[in-house]
């Protein structure tokens, strides 16, 4: 067999024995690569704004973790219910015993074996004795893994019954069938992969897959936008609750662009005051951000993340307070006099940075001229001097 089909088939054995790299810091986002769920390039939130010198006062989505399947670890094959699998007594083709071989060859580390393996199965495909699409529906996990082999490299989006399999095969109760058919989710027609976000948002709670799995399952839904809204609820609880950061990550960024404004906003409310990663936080606080004068009810929850300990978390809250607008001037004005110097100095660049339209905490504001840190004094001049309509 040349070289590029031997290639394919090895690429094709990582959804059975696992491949990829740890988790990576998350930061933001979104969905993969050809033969995995990998992520495509995102957006830079970049430094924050308030870390610049007064005169002049992005985010960075989880790339995911690398690795051609998306796939970290092969757990035993685990149940979930399926109506995808019928009751099929005999195999087709070959006897059982043959789709048993051919899946311990091909999941195997001897390279004569895998080869002959893939030769047999060609040989079949090429006499049309068996149809491997309907292998997929077989109710034997050999059989099934065997078809998932070797259609993973063959998929055809357009031939209905391949789509239609790999698209039921996402909820199989076999574990390493259910994570080639994620493999192939991304090459889906649209149509099929709104269609199936029922069962890739029930990926989500399915703690016995792997976070780059359920990860990159977010950023899947991420890419259908509006059109994933059911899958709303179980992003919004796996934003919330999923023990791996990059998960939450993954789904605070398909939050963003699957969600309605108002709901976004509550959701990223949640995440600000309550995660205990301040990666996590300093993004809620930058989508804030993004969404501007919508997230007016954000305004205290981030005039409050002004004090939080983590000051790269601090700065992204006082840059969407600024976003943000008129809305936010109260909230700002009440931190003017945190016993925090820091916090004094984050709520000064605030109302600097708004302009005339921090004129109503003109007042408070002067009151820190006389404050006892010389650099807020100077801030505050320049403060003045913006919201009063100078340079």
């Not at 995995?36 to 870390?51: F, I, M, Q």
């Not at 008129?326 to 709520?347: C, E, F, M, P, Q």
Request: hydrophobic letters at 40%.
């Amino acid at each position: 067999m040349d070289i590029t089909l031997r290639l394919s088939w090895i690429l094709a054995l990582a959804f059975l024995v696992g491949c990829g790299n740890p988790d990576q810091e998350p930061q933001d986002g979104r969905p993969a690569s050809e033969t995995a769920l990998t992520s495509d390039a995102d957006e830079d939130e970049g430094t924050s704004a308030a870390s610049h010198s007064p005169p002049d006062a992005k985010e960075t989505p989880d790339e995911g973790p690398a690795g051609k399947a998306g796939v970290t670890e092969t757990p035993e094959p685990d149940r979930m219910t399926s109506s995808s699998v019928p009751d099929t007594a005999e195999p087709p083709g070959p006897p059982i015993e043959q789709w048993q071989a051919w899946a311990e060859a091909l999941a195997g580390d001897n390279d004569k074996a895998r080869s002959s393996a893939a030769e047999e199965l060609d040989g079949l495909a090429a006499e049309g004795a068996v149809a491997f699409a309907e292998c997929l529906r077989h109710e034997s996990p050999e059989v099934r893994r065997c078809a998932a082999f070797y259609l993973i490299d063959r998929f055809d989006p357009s031939d209905a019954a391949m789509v239609q399999a790999f698209t039921a095969a996402l909820s199989d109760e076999d574990g390493p069938v259910r994570r080639m058919a994620l493999s192939v989710a991304k090459r889906l027609p649209r149509d099929a992969q709104v269609a199936a976000t029922p069962q890739l948002a029930a990926t989500l709670e399915n703690q016995s897959e792997t976070a780059a799995n359920r990860a990159a399952v977010a950023r899947l839904i991420a890419t259908l936008e509006a059109d994933a809204r059911p899958a709303l609820p179980k992003l919004l609880s796996a934003m919330q609750k999923d023990p791996d950061k990059s998960v939450r990550s993954a789904c605070l960024m398909a939050v963003s662009r699957v969600a309605e404004s108002q709901d976004a906003v509550t959701a990223f409310r949640q995440t600000l005051t309550g995660d205990t990663e301040p990666g996590l936080r300093g993004l809620a606080a930058v989508r804030l951000g993004r969404l501007g004068p919508a997230a007016v009810d954000a305004a205290p929850d981030l005039a409050d993340t002004l004090e939080d300990q983590d000051e790269n978390v601090a700065r992204k809250a006082a840059d969407a307070l600024v976003a943000i607008g008129a809305g936010s001037v109260s909230s700002a004005a009440d931190k003017l006099t945190s016993a925090n110097a820091n916090v004094r100095r984050l709520a000064v660049f605030v109302l600097g940075k708004l302009g005339p339209a921090a004129s109503p905490a003109i007042d408070e504001l002067r009151k820190r001229l006389q404050d006892e840190d010389e650099e807020i004094r100077k801030l505050t001049e320049f403060a003045i001097r913006r919201i009063e309509g100078g340079r």
